[in-house]
């Protein structure tokens, strides 16, 4: 379904199914949070359109490069973000022992790497 909302004064179109991949409208939607509607019946959000613009192309597109300094947004609007905390590492085999794994990034475990240090 589509959905028109107000933030600041801008209104932004989008899909609901789109829009509820933020908790924040998804709790709007189940009455959880209240909230303002504008002349013409949409939800008026006061928050900066300059930076909500940054929030639906994140929640549009995950590889969205979100500018770091709007982080808060995302907490606001209670969207995840950090998911690079999240998912796991891959890991790869150390060139020395070939056994204890490493990052892909290092060639050689931190056992190894201790041990070539002390010889």
């Not at 924040?24 to 959880?32: A, C, G, L, P």
């Not at 490069?65 to 999240?86: G, R, V």
């Amino acid at each position: 379904m589509i959905i028109t909302i107000n933030v600041g004064g801008k209104l932004f179109t989008t899909t609901t199914e789109t829009l509820f991949l933020s908790k924040y409208f998804k709790e709007i939607s189940e009455d959880k949070i209240k909230c303002e509607k504008d002349g013409n019946g949409y939800i008026f959000i006061d928050r900066s359109p300059k930076t909500f613009q940054h929030v639906l192309d994140f929640i549009r597109d995950d590889k969205y490069p979100f500018p770091d300094e709007y982080e808060y947004e995302l907490d606001f609007y209670k969207i995840q973000y950090k998911f690079a905390e999240t998912i796991e590492k891959e890991l790869v085999p150390c060139k020395k022992c070939k056994f204890r794994q490493t990052e892909p990034k290092y060639v050689y475990c931190d056992f190894c790497v201790r041990g070539m240090l002390q010889a």
